[in-house]
């Protein structure tokens, strides 16, 4: 893929002077254009060998643009904060909003190629990388991003020139460092690496341009009209036009209309005293393996979703319950803010992860976009297709950063809906909790009964499973969902 | 302040049996009309001596109430990411927007109070400490916070049997620590030390509530009562008659109509040579001193403010062609979002400030209170009033926590800056930067200019100086900046 940019491209200094102007007054305009539609965000990475000028070209594009929509990020050692997360939060944490611009100086490529290169990580570790890199761009590019990734070269031999040219002069001397040379001395293989990376990564949503780093009027140039017609041709689509290039295997309807849930057998129940002794038996021991010493390289996610009055609150209390209020947070998922529907569907969800030792309850969750959103038509339908495979990818990334993932579907039926529906609006303290959007959504209790029953099917995954609660005996969920949750965390425990 | 939490109180089981049921229902009625009616936020402090019951409490207040709307946060060693910033950085960062309620499981007085106990810290930083903290809960309240602040107290004796019967119990056993009894050996001074702090933070707007924690009916009970009260009252009163308390010194306008402004030389100038070797100068030494191994203990916040068409863009962007793109963000203060509307003012500039190490360059700032928002009438007179004070305070911080704070005032004539909306106009690239706003703006030019006077006397302090840049030429304008803000910068790394 470099071998082009190996030619020694160069603009002169005539040519440079006559294509400026323009190209940093249509940059302006397109930025602005952008900032004010909104309808975007654009994500620019700038990667590359050392010396190639990245930062001045990063600089140059500040001066060009506004800096005023324009977020620059770079990423050094992570902080404690970010060690303690799966390694991808980082950059969740400063994607840019749609009509903005993040310049990502280093990103999501940098740790994966560096740790081949220095052999910290074999052949798979790097296919894996790729594969997880290549799904987060897809859904980045779904979501709407405009994604342009700059690789900058330079040959060996211009490399070694640059490091010493910038070594000669007293002005540049501190920014060649040993590892500068570390890194040089790794040329080839990084060079094979990178390379390697870059083709299996080059994709029609998220295309690599690679640009020789040599002359800083060439790169520069490059660098501005490549973003310049990138931005212009995205603005020319009209919104209806860019759809979602997302293909997912078509929702199968049972010609029966059997599914799993109608299958669940719903007259478990329990009487009080047995609950009793059962509920606080297992409270000591959820109370206990969160004390555990190896739990602080653990946390738990815990997703409750049901059908309104299916118990969730009264599950999730029995929870908490055992949990010191200092290392657990509820989430209640309710309308996103502005700033979260600026951004990509689970970005509100990724800025709640626990840290390491956290424990986390999300009241409904991520899968609204299978539920509500499939049903009540707030996303469309290559959205929420889409969302299966995202959200097995998020759960994927949690359980690998040390996350015992619990997921409940409280299930009730439709008669016993209407029970406590009914004893809600009777009980002072409970009326609260019931609303006319609850009575509406009964009435598509067949629809979101059918998405509940795709969603289970489509997302249960061996380390991050659905757990089905029969509820229609609250005694007997709440059990369920203790039992579930304290079993999966002592086998975590355990195990490793 | 003590005396009456250590007579023993206590509640019967069929007193509490009585009481509960209806003072939860009244609880969550009262939280929900608080999340419906989203006026306020509720900050309750839960802080005592160990053993005292604190955890039960707030686990039983979650239980109670509503835990969607609930978020309690407990401030245990302070992240890298914390470390980095002012102390009260990490309390900002978990405010509890309107309509919720946050329970802080320690707080700004933990630390305070402790480092006085094991003589960490000398009476006067208390005193100073407690200045902060007065000033910091004067500023929630006058933003519309409700502030309840909880100490469980046990004496000495009940200390010692809870601690011995938590250490009894195999179940409890874990809960206490060695911590506790080094703690327990300091009961007489930590006694002393914060009654001292709860009598001189006893104030009308954020008072303590002194809770005897031996009896876990009386205690709860207590808590949940003084929280249902005061949230009742609260949400009685008419959003009309909350009036903010605060009263600052009126604003004198000079009757000869002269002010600072008015006397600032505008006709400083250079030219372009004379301009680009001096540029060139500063830029270098500026490059030289952000890479000096003591900045990683400094970081530097800077501050543009002026009339349209100042030119603060230009001089932001002097400044950062000589930084590094990875070290610095700069922040165009716009309206704020739904998440900022929702938080005291100061929130939305907290949130961005660097760590050590960082510069950030603020486009606007914080001082929109006290210029646009006093002009426009966006806030209530009390409101800009006090932000003079609470600016300081926060401006304060900033510099006590190893920050350089650079604050410009560019200042242009009346007729420069006509030349420069017209010249805007007609020049392509630059007329995105000309809106009919600027033009209605204009027609305010005394108002503004008044309101900027009036800041730049009442925030001018020692350590966070207001610069007058003349700004009618560009030149001198920038280099007069980059001149101060080099300067600032070498004496700080100097000093120390």
Not at 142 to 165: N, P, T, V, Y
Not at 273 to 278: F, L, S
Request: proline residues 4%.
């Amino acid at each position: 893929m470099f071998e082009s940019a190996e030619l020694g491209h160069e603009l002169t200094k005539a040519q440079y002077k006559q294509i400026e102007p323009k190209l940093r007054a249509d940059l302006l305009d397109a930025q602005y254009q952008l900032a004010s539609n909104g309808r975007f965000p654009v994500v620019i990475i700038i990667s590359g060998v050392r010396g190639a000028g990245k930062g001045e070209t990063v600089n140059l594009l500040n001066e060009w643009m506004d800096p005023r929509h324009i977020h620059t990020h770079a990423f050094d050692y992570p902080s404690d904060e970010e060690r303690d997360r799966p390694p991808m939060w980082r950059f969740w944490r400063v994607l840019p909003p749609k009509g903005r611009i993040g310049i990502l100086f280093g990103s999501w490529y940098t740790a994966p190629i560096i740790d081949r290169v220095f052999k910290r990580s074999k052949d798979k570790d790097l296919t894996a990388a790729i594969d997880r890199i290549n799904q987060f761009e897809k859904m980045l590019a779904d979501e709407g991003a405009l994604i342009l990734k700059f690789w900058f070269h330079l040959s060996k031999k211009r490399q070694k020139k640059r490091l010493r040219a910038l070594q000669a002069d007293k002005e540049t001397r501190w920014r060649v460092t040993d590892r500068d040379w570390d890194f040089f001395k790794m040329y080839d293989r990084f060079y094979r690496v990178s390379e390697t990376a870059l083709r299996r990564t080059n994709t029609a949503l998220a295309p690599w341009i690679v640009v020789e780093g040599t002359d800083e009027r060439f790169r520069s140039v490059t660098v501005g009209k490549e973003i310049l017609e990138a931005l212009k041709k995205r603005l020319a689509l009209r919104a209806e036009r860019r759809k979602s290039k997302s293909q997912a295997a078509p929702i199968v309807h049972p010609v029966d209309g059997v599914h799993l849930l109608k299958r669940l057998d719903l007259s478990a129940s329990l009487d009080k005293p047995a609950y009793e002794k059962r509920i606080d038996k297992l409270q000591r021991r959820l109370a206990l393996a969160v004390r555990h010493p190896k739990f602080r390289d653990y946390n738990v996610v815990c997703v409750f979703e049901g059908m309104d009055a299916a118990g969730k609150g009264g599950a999730i209390r029995r929870v908490t319950a055992a949990l010191d209020a200092r290392y657990y947070h509820t989430i209640p998922v309710a309308a996103p803010t502005d700033e979260e529907r600026a951004q990509p569907y689970l970005w509100r969800f990724w800025r709640h992860l626990p840290r390491k030792g956290g424990f986390t309850i999300y009241d409904r969750s991520w899968y609204g976009r299978v539920l509500v959103e499939r049903i009540e038509g707030f996303c469309s339908e290559a959205d929420w297709m889409r969302a299966y495979s995202e959200i097995n990818e998020f759960e994927d990334q949690l359980v690998g950063n040390g996350a015992v993932v619990a997921k409940f579907w409280l299930q009730i039926s439709k008669e016993e809906q209407l029970r406590r529906f009914k004893e809600r609006e009777r009980t002072r303290f409970k009326r609260f909790k019931i609303t006319a959007e609850d009575w509406r959504n009964r009435k598509k209790w067949a629809a979101y009964q059918e998405a509940a029953a795709d969603m289970i099917e489509r997302t249960s995954t061996e380390h991050a499973p659905w757990t089905l609660v029969a509820a229609n005996n609250k005694y007997h969920a709440r059990v369920k969902v203790l039992d579930t949750l304290v079993d999966s965390l002592e086998r975590a425990l355990d195990s490793r």
